[in-house]
């Protein structure tokens, strides 16, 4: 008799909705997996898959209504009834090796100065979004495919190897984090580190398992065509990105350089980058252009120094009447630019991403706290009440209608009483 295996996980990959029958097959779970039956074993299935570091093998065993868990030599038997179904909800990426990999980021920038490469690199994975085809992989967008040689070689694409050398050993390290996870979280730490806004970033993208699955040549950008303006459009807009987003975007430029034996624009070095950081040489577009701010915008509006770089498609961001006013409006407003930089970087990062959990999920959110409790709420302050007589006190005073957020009623004929007594008394003493 077979058992149903409803699984989010095949082989280490999302696979949303799947249903497989299986009567002599393996499943493997990662350990970011978690698991949820009808079966009264499963709670000791989750808790074994959760607490174990390395995939587990989960497969029929020798009884019609059996699963035999291993790892290794180590075998345990769950039982389960025939036709039971397991449900096994999957994170593409591990939260925590996902905020050590961050951190691990964070060093290679200070050694390296890839800032400019790394924000590139992640672009790159998920530009190639078209919002026309509905499937995925064929859809393109932030999916891991810039891995593979055959599009690493795309024009557009030239010297984005060395990103990717420089991340490799950090995929290796963490090696529970998907290649499309690593591309973005590198995109926007870089951005940050580089004295950018916060980019409100999401995890859990799977990968693209192949090289057959990578986009066709030619749905990047191109720096110089006939038309800049109705070019950034026609490439942006079929990613369903509009002109502001598009404007935004452009201001990350305010990184890096451009090497002419990659693009083909640029001056082969300049006052500002014959000396480095990092390998010397190139033209940027901005003098600081390892620091993320606005200058992106006032150096092109000003154009006076020959040294800085700008393109036909930067132009035309102060040339077309629809990009026009929020390029001025960012040569003049930092913070504006920064807030409308961070919406767009994080729209942009999830184009065409296929996510496990589907929500996704963050690596910047922390467990609240609990309120501490203070004893001088109860007490002189001198020592912490024990809670059975905390629980004494609650129970008292709710007893006489007293309750957290209620305060008692005051019994007005009680206070007149009270105080009547006060004086009788003190008249007592003042007579004596």
């Known amino acids: 008799m077979a ?100 951190e691990d980021i964070k060093e290679l920038l200070k050694t390296t100065f890839c800032h400019p490469i790394l924000v590139r690199l992640g672009w790159h994975d998920s530009g190639t979004y078209n919002k026309n085809i509905q499937e995925w992989p064929q859809c393109g967008g932030a999916n891991g495919s810039l891995r593979f040689e055959i599009e690493l070689k795309h024009g557009a694409n030239a010297g984005l190897v060395n990103a990717l050398k420089l991340l490799q050993p950090i995929k290796d390290k963490y090696s529970s984090v998907t290649y499309a996870d690593l591309f973005q979280l590198a995109s926007a730490t870089a951005i940050e580190e580089a004295g950018g806004p916060k980019i409100p970033m999401k995890y859990g993208r799977v990968d693209v398992t192949g090289p057959e699955q990578c986009p066709e040549e030619g749905r990047l950008p191109d720096a110089g065509p006939p038309s800049p303006a109705n070019h950034l459009r026609e490439v942006f807009y079929r990613m369903g990105l509009d002109d502001k987003e598009i404007v935004a975007l452009s201001g990350a430029h ?133 809670q059975a007589m905390k629980q004494k006190i609650r129970a008292e005073y709710e007893a006489v209608g007293g309750s957290p957020d209620k305060p008692l009623k005051s019994n007005y004929f009680l206070n007149i009483m009270i105080v009547v007594a006060v004086l009788a008394f003190l008249t007592s003493l003042l007579g004596n």
């Not at 039982?79 to 905020?99: G, M």
């Open 254 to 386: 305010t990184l890096g350089r451009s090497r002419p034996e990659r693009s083909g624009w640029g001056k082969t070095e300049t006052k500002y980058t014959k000396d480095g950081p990092g390998a010397p040489g190139g033209q940027s577009w901005t003098v600081e252009w390892l620091k993320f701010d606005n200058f992106y915008f006032k150096d092109i509006k000003e154009k006076r120094d020959e040294d800085l770089l700008v393109l036909p498609t930067d132009a035309a961001l102060f040339e077309d009447p629809g990009f026009k006013g929020y390029a001025e409006k960012y040569a003049v407003d930092q913070d504006a630019f920064f807030k409308d930089y961070a919406e767009a970087h994080t729209k942009l990062s999830n184009l065409g991403a296929k996510f496990g959990p589907p929500e996704g999920f963050s690596i910047d959110q922390e467990s609240p706290v609990a309120e501490k409790f203070v004893a001088e709420k109860y007490s002189s302050g001198k020592r912490e009440l024990s």
């Open 3 to 102: 058992e149903r295996l409803s699984a989010a996980c095949l082989g280490g990959r999302l696979l949303p909705s799947a249903t497989t029958t299986t009567t002599k097959s393996s499943i493997v779970l990662p350990s970011s997996c978690s698991s949820s039956s009808t079966s009264a074993s499963l709670p000791t299935l989750r808790a074994f898959s959760l607490s174990m570091p390395a995939c587990l093998s989960l497969s029929s065993g020798s009884s019609p209504s059996s699963f035999l868990l291993s790892r290794g030599r180590k075998k345990a038997v769950y039982f389960a009834k025939p036709s039971s179904t397991v449900s096994v909800r999957c994170a593409a990426s591990d939260p925590e090796q996902l905020r050590k990999a961050r």
